[in-house]
């Protein structure tokens, strides 16, 4: 069904002690291997795609870092790095002092086949960006949509290679990418003024771009696609919904806005006075969310599936998926917005929060006396919603990026008080009888606004009260 091609795995096995190596030679699926993890005063492990192995009884020391690091190149700001003219990547982790006492070194693959699912929208010209998960293939197709621009229709491709992933490591790109142009960006702080630079200076006729995830990015997005060039590009998030949610990249679909409409308009419409909006038109035309490396869902028209879910309507999504004998399938597909009294159906799970600089005694009080169930999650990814106060988020450290990497909700609390508190508990657990999604997402945007803005509520008759 599809074509794997291991991105000469021997050199990535080569730069590890032999003690490493020779077990992983003696695995009849190594050429499977995933990614090889070796900590400081921990035993080295290797990851499969569905197992984990550990490869010796001995230690990794810091002789042993030590030597991987001297046969691999530079580490970047970003703490990546590379081992020339191939797509293999080993990321390194360190102490406070900023010594290695770890690395990820995980194989490149340049796999080829899963355009297919995509290639009509690419060759229309319209701007696509791919959701999904870490892992689940977003660069792969990147190098693809690279390729067959380039190489099948001759058009003057630029990839904005941050951390050398999509085109490898060294001054001249992996064919993977065919006869497209690389930039390679010194820090990933420059990301959005290379993107810039690329079309000034280059005129290209496609940008390739991995990983949107600051608003300057977002915003060299939007100028790029207002310039006429075609944008191909990834972002941090697992589905539409998930970019409606947040603020940092709202943007690249229009942007979400709160407006007040007057009673009549409110009666006609059969809704609240406060609705949601789309700000402007999208920077991307259609959103491909990656299912597995044999499934996507596409949202074909990003205005009306953003349009559709923000004024209560079901958006329309199509499925598509290769089959065994590598022919992409399709079937259209509509969400139901499904109407449900609060009384009749509870969540089966209480919601799972993270904090990160929020008061943990204080909200479980909160919770107590609102009689609302709670559990403070201790692992980031076992969380539903990642709570933090406004001066945390703003410095935007490591946590937050993690939590965004992940899709997960991000609740700003103004300050750290209790009236904050329970206004951010009264969002996540409304008391409406009848509750729709969009409702909820309403809220949720709504409430978070009120959390970092300190914006102002209506009461009935007009008069205003300070949230």
């Known amino acids: 069904m599809r074509r794997v091609v291991t991105d000469d795995l021997d050199a990535l096995l080569d730069i590890l002690p032999l003690y490493i190596r020779e077990p992983l030679y003696q695995q009849p699926d190594h050429s499977e291997l995933l990614e090889v993890i ?38 970047t700001g970003d703490n990546r790095a590379g081992i020339n003219h191939t797509l293999h990547r080993i990321s390194a982790i360190r102490n406070r002092h900023g010594e290695i006492i770890g690395l990820t070194c995980r194989v490149g693959r340049a796999v080829f086949g899963t355009v297919k699912m995509i290639q009509d929208l690419i060759e229309s010209g319209k701007n696509v960006l791919l959701l999904g998960r870490p892992g689940i293939g977003k660069t792969t197709m990147l190098r693809e949509v690279a390729r067959v621009l380039s190489d099948d229709f001759k058009k003057r491709v630029i990839v904005i290679d941050t951390s050398n992933e999509i085109a490898g490591d060294g001054d ?71 970019l409606i949610m947040n603020p940092t990249l709202s943007d690249l679909i229009g942007g979400i806005q709160t407006v007040t409409l007057g009673d009549e308009e409110a009666r006609r419409r059969h809704t609240q006075k406060s609705i949601l909006e789309r700000k402007a038109p999208p920077t991307f035309d259609t959103v491909v969310e990656i299912v597995d490396y044999y499934k996507v869902t596409v949202h074909p028209d990003v205005t009306e599936a953003v349009d559709a879910l923000l004024h209560g309507r079901p958006p329309k999504a199509e499925v598509r998926w290769m089959d065994e004998d590598g022919e992409v399938k399709r079937e259209a597909i509509t969400s139901p917005l499904i109407w449900e009294s609060k009384e009749e159906k509870q969540p089966e799970k209480p919601l799972r929060f993270y904090l990160f600089g929020a008061n943990r005694s204080r909200l479980e009080q909160i919770a107590r006396e609102g009689r609302k169930e709670l559990k403070i999650a201790a692992d980031l990814k076992q969380a539903d919603i990642f709570l933090t106060t406004r001066s945390y988020y703003r410095r ?23 009236a904050q508190m329970k206004q951010c508990l009264d969002a996540l657990y409304p008391r409406d009888t009848q509750y729709t999604y969009v409702h909820h997402l309403q809220r949720l945007l709504a409430e978070r606004r009120g959390f970092n803005s300190g914006n102002r509520s209506v009461e009935p008759g007009g008069k205003r009260k300070s949230r």
Do not use: C, W
């Not at 020391?61 to 030597?67: A, F, K, L």
């Not at 935007?396 to 209790?418: F, H, M, T, W």
């Open 38 to 75: 070796l900590d400081l005063g921990r035993l080295p492990e290797a990851r499969f795609p569905h197992r984990e192995l550990v490869l010796n009884s001995k230690e990794v020391n810091q002789s042993d870092i030590d030597y991987v690091v001297s046969r691999i190149g530079e580490f």
């Open 172 to 242: 001249i790109p992996h064919p993977a990418i065919g006869h497209a142009r690389r930039m390679q960006v010194a820090a990933p702080a420059e990301q959005h003024a290379v993107m810039i630079e690329a079309v000034e200076n280059h005129m290209p006729e496609v940008i390739i771009i991995d990983e949107i995830g600051t608003e300057l990015e977002a915003q060299a997005a939007r100028t790029i696609a207002e310039r006429g060039v075609q944008l191909v590009g990834t972002a941090h998030g697992n589905t539409l919904e998930n």
């Open 396 to 418: 935007k450290p490591q946590k937050i990026r993690d939590a965004e990497a992940l899709g997960i909700p991000i609740y700003v609390l103004k300050s750290n008080n209790a």
